[in-house]
């Protein structure tokens, strides 16, 4: 989740927010509209603009803009135009012409105000929905925004407060635009800005939902989906079988693998498929559980174990049972702990072996980067 911090005007509180430990990553700047009482004039917004924003992005918020007012601005340390009140061939052109990143701003009232996003999503890197009265920080429904699915990034305004829940915004937004939530008495409140942006980093922090499943990532991320799980929490899932997957994909233990699991598991080795072969002709054992009809059997897959015991065996699911319900079953964990008892080499992917550790936490930087 990313933040606009919006209406800023005075150096002191421009180079706080630039400073911080946690800095958002838009400022923006009210630039020709002068009904806002966060509204800029010309010369005070260059010496502003001269800061060094370090990682954040400049945004000019312009509300109908003059072509004689945009070649004003067009030199301007600006990365985003934030753009009110246009037509989408006006906003394209502008785009074009001054090389500029563009924030659509969509004013919503009501639910039958969302159907015009689709007009402008061509043109606009990010869309911004706002409340009518956007100039007094007024709020609308954002449970409205809930059901839309846009290629572009979804900003979200209207009355945010600084000690809001956040986390409800995850659900329907890319990024958070506040302005007056950081105010007291009409002017930006440094101590209300430190604690907006503490509690973003908070929400933002990295995590990995690790699962001793021996299937791909997105198996589980599918099933888990059906029981209503935050698709957020979804994100970064990442499981034994995956990082099982992961060295398939690199034949770090051999080419050829025998199967030993149940056909559920099949899904772990798609696109593997050639890859699977009799024990005779194997590299190594690929372990997911019991087979099919043996469930129950610990003395028949421990005869088979004997016969291969020259084979590494990967183990895709460390845990020894699982319970389903009010029924216990064998997990790959009691197969790998017999094939090592008979003096077999065992690699295990899954908590609380390092493997998986390592696999999901290069996961998790590719994912939030």
Not at 20 to 36: D, E, T
Not at 127 to 138: M, N, T, W
Not at 221 to 229: A, M, P, Q, V
Request: glycine fraction near 4%; include cysteine.
């Amino acid at each position: 989740m990313e933040a606009k911090i919006c209406g800023v005007k005075d150096k002191i509180t421009l180079n706080f927010i630039l400073s911080h430990p946690n800095p958002p990553h838009f400022v923006g700047f009210i630039v020709n509209y002068n009904k806002s009482k966060r509204y800029v004039e010309f010369e005070k917004l260059k010496k502003l603009l001269s800061t060094d924003k370090k990682n954040s992005k400049y945004v000019a918020v312009l509300v109908k803009p003059s072509k004689d007012f945009l070649e004003k601005i067009k030199d301007l340390n600006f990365d985003y135009y934030q753009i009110y009140d246009f037509k989408p061939e006006e906003i394209s052109n502008i785009k074009t012409k001054y090389n500029k990143k563009i924030i659509t701003a969509l004013t919503i009232g009501c639910e039958k105000d969302l159907i015009k996003y689709s007009l402008f999503e061509k043109v606009s890197d990010i869309i911004l929905f706002d409340s009518k009265g956007y100039e007094k920080s007024l709020s609308f429904d954002h449970s409205l925004l809930k059901n839309l699915k846009l290629k572009s990034k979804i900003m979200v305004a209207g009355n945010i407060k600084y000690n809001d829940q956040l986390d409800k915004f995850i659900k329907i937004a890319d990024i958070i635009d506040i302005s007056g939530g950081l105010e007291t008495s009409g002017e930006k409140d440094i101590s209300k800005i430190d604690i907006f942006l503490k509690n973003l980093n908070k929400l933002n922090k990295r995590f990995v939902l690790m699962s001793n499943a021996p299937r791909p990532s997105k198996s589980v991320e599918k099933f888990l989906l059906k029981l209503k799980l935050n698709k957020i929490l979804l994100k970064n899932i990442f499981t034994s079988g995956e990082a099982a997957l992961q060295s398939l994909r690199k034949n770090v233990y051999g080419k050829n693998f025998y199967h030993l699991g149940p056909k559920r598991d099949n899904s772990l080795f798609e696109g593997f498929e050639n890859n699977r072969k009799n024990p005779e002709d194997a590299d190594f054992i690929l372990c997911t559980g019991f087979l099919d009809n043996h469930e129950d059997s610990l003395n028949y897959h421990k005869d088979l174990l004997k016969k291969y015991i020259q084979l590494k065996m990967i183990c895709t699911n460390p845990d020894l049972v699982v319970h389903r319900g009010f029924e216990q079953e064998y997990c790959a964990g009691t197969l790998a702990q017999i094939f090592k008892e008979l003096g077999g080499k065992v690699i295990y992917f899954g908590k609380p072996h390092p493997e998986i550790y390592k696999f999901s936490k290069i996961i998790a930087i590719m994912r939030s980067s």
